[in-house]
């Protein structure tokens, strides 16, 4: 069976894509091939390019257009290849490419040439590394550099959708840094961003991978915890109030700064939804507070 192939629907993609016959002569090259190299179409075509045009090497430098060539492998027995090689842009430096070639079939199944898509690895890293930082834009508290509100309330619908699915069992907590507006009031909103900073590092220093804590607003904070039990969940709120209680602030000239938070929580349940969940944990966050503060309540 013949394969046949659209040189309009080539001339569309954004990747690099060529064409020869079983000599290796250029008899198509898109306009994804331009943009990589260099070359324009009228520069290429009819050309063979074992010539040594694109001067293929791999990262030891070893020229592939006489030796391991891609191309040349799949017209000889029709295997797909693909590879991690290093072109020769038109204006003389190299560009990392993937190379995958396809070979080509005539009615008579008797292969008649090869395709060779390759595509710029250095957009991919541009495209993963902007990926990233939007990630960070996105689901980062910019102070703290922690998870923000955003990224906890999309895990915490995630965590619900395995509890219905799977019955996975999770616990939310949300703590307070105690008597916050004072120390804003008294040392300034400079020295506070560095109390919430300490706080966001002691937190998320000490719970599990699997965990998240994210800064909610303010001098909140907020967790999600994979935990059986609310005896479990008090054991975790217990530890991380301890932790931040033994932590403080000093600046040189100043009083030593104690920091202590209190903490509420609840367990998820069958009848539980995320803002029931939230109002269920502030709930036990009130009590925390009204009842001396520096202390965990489970409801």
Known sequence: MAVSYDYKLMEQLFEGVYVVDTHRRIIFWNQGSERITGYTSQEVVNKFCHNNLLQHVDETGKLLCFHGCPLHHTIETGEIQQAHVFLRHKEGYRVPVSVKSIPL???????????????????????????????????????????NRRFFEFSLKKKIEQYQIFSKSFGVLMFDIDHFKYVNDTYGHVLGDEILKLV????????????????????????????????????????????????????????????????????????????????????????????????????
């Open 105 to 147: 079939y005539n009615e008579s199944n008797v292969i008649v040439g090869a395709i060779e898509v390759f595509t710029d690895e250095r957009f991919q890293r541009e495209i993963m590394n902007e990926n990233e930082l939007l990630k960070d834009e996105i689901m980062k508290d910019p102070l703290t550099q922690i998870a």
């Open 200 to 299: 966001a590092k002691s937190l998320v220093s000490n719970i599990k991978t699997y965990d998240v804590i994210s800064r909610w607003g303010g001098e909140e904070f907020v967790g999600l915890f994979e935990v059986e039990s609310e005896e479990a969940l008090l054991s975790i709120a217990e530890r991380l109030r301890n932790i931040v209680a033994e932590s403080s602030f000093k600046e040189e000239g100043k009083p030593e700064i104690k920091i202590t938070i209190s903490i509420g929580g609840t367990m998820m349940g069958p009848l539980c939804h995320d803002k029931l969940l939230i109002e269920k944990a502030d709930q036990a966050l009130y009590q925390s507070k009204l009842t001396g503060r520096n202390k965990t309540t489970i409801v």
